[in-house]
């Protein structure tokens, strides 16, 4: 059977009617695929995760996650019922207003509070503890899983989609300069919980309130790796102000809460650090998806993500040699 005709099943036997339509919608880049469904009852929206349907029972990380984000009063969208045998989710209607969607909008004059009220959201996230042995305080940004990102932009940025602009001989020199910026990043006694997608596509607006979506891969790591995600963002773009603005407010509401020891002086370090590290991840992405799954959706953000790199190279010394490296990719596209 198809995967619409599973959901068919799925949702008739939920609701004991037939939905009136099913019409697929854009996810992200994963291999996730959604439905949005509507019914006498009202909208809904269906996931079905090839991961889900593989799982083990009780070891789905998107279950796991969810109930936990909620406990802890974060809006996400609900859960009406799950088939783990079928890989598939019927999830509350949260609509499709997402963060990114108000700039150039009516509300734009709105985004410094609701990026305040988003940070605030963050805190509530990153205050969340839990046992070391449990998922997902189990796992988080250590020195393979930063190299791994970092591999993963070589191998689909570098020699891919970059190809003609990078010379394959500097890998060796660049993989050093990557295995040293990540040691700095790997400060476990500095770690949070971190959404890990934390950014304006992931936020969508719902009856005016943040509602946070695509967390099942949240994971430990600086508190600053959600705050790059969402402040140098390769959706949007905020006004340089603003941006700096929300650095500072997000640094004193961690001390507020207790979760951060640093000066300011050494959020501001690490930020930079962790952005360069998160922008390049997310250009690997793009590339990977643009040339080996043929999506051209994540192109056109290739371009604002690089144009991020500079500020970050130029800012802190310890990215200067990467940045030399990297230099004929940034002056080439």
């Known amino acids: ?34 439905f949005r469904i509507l019914g006498t009852q009202g909208s809904f929206i ?31 969208p609900d859960i009406k019922t799950v088939d783990g045998r079928k890989g598939l989710l019927l999830l509350e209607d949260c609509g499709n207003f997402l963060l990114q969607n108000i700039f150039g909008s009516s509300q734009e004059k709105t985004l410094p509070d609701r990026y305040r009220e988003i940070i605030d959201l963050l805190l509530r996230l990153q205050s969340i503890k839990g046992e070391d042995t449990e998922i997902p305080f189990s796992i988080g940004f250590d020195q393979n899983k930063l190299m791994f990102e ?9 020699c891919n989609y ?6 394959k001989r500097s890998i060796g020199a660049l993989r050093h300069e990557f295995e040293a910026v990540a040691e700095i990043l790997v400060k476990p006694q500095h770690f949070v919980l971190n959404h890990r997608d934390f950014h304006s596509r992931n936020i969508l607006i719902h009856q ?30 905020l006004d340089p102000v603003l941006a700096e603005e929300l650095k500072a407010y997000h640094y004193h509401a961690l001390c507020a809460h207790h979760l951060c020891t640093m000066s300011f002086d050494e959020y501001l370090y690490y930020f930079d650090i962790m952005a360069f590290q ?22 056109h953000s ?4 690089l144009a991020y790199l500079p500020d970050y190279i130029n800012a802190r010394s310890e990215l200067s040699a990467a940045g030399k490296l990297l230099q004929p990719l940034l002056d080439g596209y």
């Open 278 to 299: 998160r922008n390049i991840k997310a250009i690997g992405t793009f590339a990977y998806q643009t040339r080996v799954k043929k999506n051209s959706a994540f192109e």
């Open 1 to 34: 059977m198809t995967i619409q005709n599973n959901i068919v099943t799925f949702f008739t036997t939920f609701f004991c009617s037939n939905p009136l339509s099913i019409v697929k919608i854009q996810g992200d880049a994963s291999s996730r695929q959604y």
């Open 46 to 76: 269906a996931c079905y995760d090839p991961v889900f349907e593989a799982s083990p029972p009780g070891s789905y990380t998107f279950l796991i996650l969810h109930d936990l984000i909620m406990r802890h009063g974060i809006s996400v």
């Open 150 to 158: 970092f591999d993963f932009f070589i191998e689909h940025a570098l």
């Open 162 to 167: 970059f190809a003609p602009f990078f010379d």
């Open 208 to 237: 005016n309130r943040p509602v946070i979506i695509d967390f099942q891969d949240a994971r430990m790591g600086l508190p600053q790796y959600d705050a790059v995600s969402l402040i140098k963002d390769s959706y949007v773009k």
């Open 302 to 305: 290739i371009a604002p993500t």
